[in-house]
């Protein structure tokens, strides 16, 4: 049994029923009915993994009770351990088990690292442990999440859920724009592209120079069309209940700089790692240790510049096994993390240039600089993230350089211009949507302000935009899915 698609119809009608009971019931049987609308949801990822998904629920729920009781490291590495376990086994191992082979979890790595979030915060005190295993079950599995995240900060999700809720026109109507955005960017831009670059990736063989460079800029609008869209249908969705997940995306390609581009890209997810790992790490007796060693030397700058590197590679490392054990996935991560500490290590000297260049290089003409390059070097990072061996992502990598490429990439266009064509628009609509919320101005808002005939003419063209753009394409998986 396949998970219900986010995209379809059925998934859609059962928003919709779901939503019509939310608000008809009596206002204490909401967060029961959004259980038991998650669980009907996550049933349609199978049996197994509804079961797997109680067993996280129940020892995560266990181990914050016994936490409360008895603050003690070893109850926690012990639970987190069990929880890790199971991520491990059946999600990254890279050979084939019977079990493996039979239960493959949806969602398992977003919900179980929320498991593991919750123990943590149980266990430093920041929150009290839930009594209700029903109601802690709510918060692990609420639907618009639970496959694909946003990773949720458990006492702000906790309060909402808990909370009744009344019908609101003006969330309702912001939150069917936001579901509607993210279905344009996921069935337009993101589908659309996949067919465009489903070849170019499976060998890179016979691509070069400029088609190469083309081929990465497009997937890199693919991957953030892909799960930003996803973003925008869940945030939407559990918008509709009164829910307001946490923002996963900050206009990442404005970013000047690579650790800027990942404080603004799935912020959640580097949130949670900064909280749970890199911070910890920083704090650990090893790197305390280190900083007072080079303090009494006097050495600030490795003070300060040793432990954050040790704590950077740490945490690099996990993300890339939480994006799973392939060569390609681990290699992107450290790729990633290395540009990240190579900017902290050299940031002195990088201060002491930028302080005494021109104002020129302070401009806006220069950030625009900045922003360019930062794009491209993300573009090229994603040339380790989507092949599926290294050996094609190094083919690429040798295309690249070996030739202009000049010609083939006119040829790549021509034979996709149909399809590329199709997506100028959408593409500027993404576009200037970005730039709006970079310039925090809500498109919503004023496209609510406008009169009732235009507005309703823009949504018109916009279904119509999405039916007509989309094409007749089939049901195209998400890229993150996989996680």
Avoid at 55 to 82: D, F, M, P, Q, R
Avoid at 241 to 247: A, N, P, Q, V, Y
Avoid at 267 to 282: K, Q, T
Wanted: charged residues 15%; aromatic residues 16%.
């Amino acid at each position: 049994m396949l998970p219900m698609s986010v995209t379809g119809f059925a998934f859609f009608r059962f928003v919709a029923v779901l939503f019509l009971i939310y608000y008809i019931v009596p206002k204490k049987f909401q967060w029961p009915l959004l259980l038991l609308g998650s669980g009907f949801f996550y049933y349609f990822c199978g049996l197994n993994s509804c079961l797997l998904l109680a067993g996280a629920v129940l020892l995560s729920w266990g181990t914050g009770l016994l936490l409360e009781k008895i603050k003690h490291k070893g109850i926690l590495l012990a639970g987190i351990s069990l929880i890790f376990l199971c991520w491990l086994v059946f999600m990254r191992l890279p050979f084939r088990i019977p079990l493996k082979s039979v239960l493959i979890p949806a969602g398992l790595s977003f919900f179980g690292l929320q498991c593991i979030g919750y123990c943590v915060e149980v266990y430093r005190g920041n929150a009290a442990a839930e009594r209700n295993p029903l109601r802690y079950a709510l918060y692990i599995s609420f639907f618009p999440h639970v496959l694909q995240g946003p990773f949720a900060d458990y006492n702000n999700l906790k309060k909402q859920l808990d909370a009744p809720h009344d019908f609101d026109y003006e969330r309702t109507v912001q939150a069917l724009f936001r579901i509607a955005y993210g279905l344009m960017k996921k069935l337009v831009i993101a589908d659309r592209l996949n067919i465009v670059l489903a070849t170019p990736f499976y060998t890179g063989e016979g691509y070069y120079g400029a088609t190469v460079l083309l081929i990465l800029i497009l997937y890199a609008l693919q991957l953030y069309a892909d799960f930003s869209g996803y973003m925008d249908i869940a945030l939407g969705v559990a918008r509709l209940f009164g829910i307001e997940l946490t923002e996963n995306f900050d206009v990442p390609y404005a970013s000047k700089s690579m650790a800027e581009f990942w404080r603004r890209w799935h912020r959640s997810l580097g949130l949670y790692f900064r909280s749970y790992v890199f911070f910890p790490i920083l704090r650990s007796r090893p790197c305390t240790a280190l900083q007072k060693h080079f303090k009494k030397k006097g050495n600030k700058y490795l003070m300060k510049v040793l432990p954050l590197t040790i704590a950077l590679a740490v945490n690099w490392t996990l993300i890339g096994i939480w994006h799973g054990l392939r060569p390609t996935y681990m290699v992107y991560d450290w790729f990633c993390g290395a540009f990240i500490i190579l900017a902290e290590v050299l940031k002195p000297l990088y201060d002491r240039i930028n302080n005494s260049a021109p104002k020129f290089f302070k401009s806006r003409f220069m950030d625009g600089v900045r922003v360019v390059r930062t794009f491209l070097l993300v573009a090229f990072s994603f040339v380790f993230f989507r092949p599926e061996t290294l050996e094609t992502s190094f083919t690429l990598i040798r295309n690249l350089f070996s030739a202009p490429g000049v010609w083939e990439a006119a040829q790549f266009i021509y034979m996709n211009i149909l399809d590329l064509f199709l997506l100028i628009v959408p593409v500027l609509v993404m576009g200037i949507t970005d730039i709006c919320r970079y310039r925090n101005i809500n498109i919503c808002e004023k496209l609510h302000r406008l009169p009732l005939p235009l507005r309703w003419l823009i949504y018109i063209c916009g279904v119509l935009l999405i039916v007509i753009s989309r094409g007749d394409r089939g049901e195209v998986g998400f890229a993150y899915a996989v996680f």
